[in-house]
């Protein structure tokens, strides 16, 4: 529990085997739930969450690869469904390469936890030295994409290609995530979805760590597949959320 919340953490993994490790020994003891969704990694992935030993860790796996967006969204149903364990009032994503800083973690929560913001994201853009401390492509597409996402959503946004994001259960709950789009481009989509039904949003500073992984992130995503997400963005904009538009139940007649 974090300041009487139940947090729960959704991490996507494919291929991490390397890094997987690291990324759970790093969450924080406030930590209620971890949720590892494996999306058919071939490598040691999943048998290495699986023996991971921490009680809180539950690996789910998807048995065709699906994508990040989709691993997120199975991450999120098992988080904040009601099964054996308690359903979590927040789940924060956290990347299963190591690639979120776990001492970020309790500011990124403050303002959901305070009533502040129903989605509090991680900027890195605005971290002091951000510059040199991310390669000079991903900064730049991300100064890009960002604007983009800005005029498309109406969100007074930074870094949007953020991953590392904090959602309360009563957002989710208004939000389609099965809809969203299932690989990288998600939290563009999300951030569409979110603003679509009216859910509060805001950025919080977070360190950008850079080390030894790969990104999966393409120049077909960047250059095509993010602008294409927000193109129809900014066409659905406006446009009532899915269950705002269907009619309110006729009362009946006494
Ligand atoms: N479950 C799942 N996770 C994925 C997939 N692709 C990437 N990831 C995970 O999502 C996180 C971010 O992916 P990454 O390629 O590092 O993107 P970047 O950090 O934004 O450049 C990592 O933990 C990956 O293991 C996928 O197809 N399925
Ligand atoms: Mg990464």
């Given at each position: 529990m974090y300041r009487g919340v139940r947090v729960a953490v959704v991490m996507p993994a494919f291929h991490e085997a390397r890094h997987i490790e690291r990324a759970l020994a790093g969450?924080?003891?406030?930590?209620?739930r971890i949720v590892v969704v494996d999306d058919?990694?071939?490598?040691e992935t999943a048998a290495r969450a699986e023996a991971f030993?921490?009680?809180?860790v539950e690996v789910v796996r998807h048995p065709h690869n699906r994508g990040v967006g989709a691993a997120i969204a199975t991450g999120y149903g098992v988080a904040f469904g009601e099964g054996e364990r308690a359903a979590a009032d927040v789940a924060v994503v956290m990347a299963g390469d190591a690639q979120?800083?776990?001492?970020?973690l309790p500011r990124l929560l403050d303002p959901v936890v305070e009533g502040r913001a129903e989605y509090a994201k991680g900027d890195r853009?605005?971290?002091?030295g951000a510059r040199a401390r991310m390669p000079a492509s991903r900064w730049l597409g991300n100064q890009v994409l960002s604007a983009l996402t800005r005029w498309a959503?109406?969100?007074?946004?930074?870094?949007?290609?953020?991953?590392?994001t904090a959602l309360t259960r009563e957002a989710a709950a208004r939000?389609?995530?099965?809809?969203?789009?299932?690989?990288?481009g998600y939290p563009n989509d999300l951030l569409a979805a979110l603003a679509r039904v009216g859910a509060r949003v805001c950025d919080v500073p977070v360190r950008p760590v850079y080390a030894d992984e790969t990104s999966g992130v393409g120049w077909i995503d960047a250059l095509v597949v993010v602008p294409a997400l927000l193109v129809r963005a900014s066409v659905l904009r406006g446009r009532p959320a899915l269950e705002e538009r269907s009619e309110p139940v006729a009362e009946r007649p006494a």
């Open positions: 969450v924080p003891a406030f930590v209620d058919a990694s071939r490598d030993p921490d009680a809180r979120m800083d776990p001492a970020d853009l605005r971290w002091p959503t109406g969100l007074p946004v930074n870094d949007s290609q953020c991953g590392y939000l389609d995530l099965r809809a969203l789009w299932p690989r990288y």
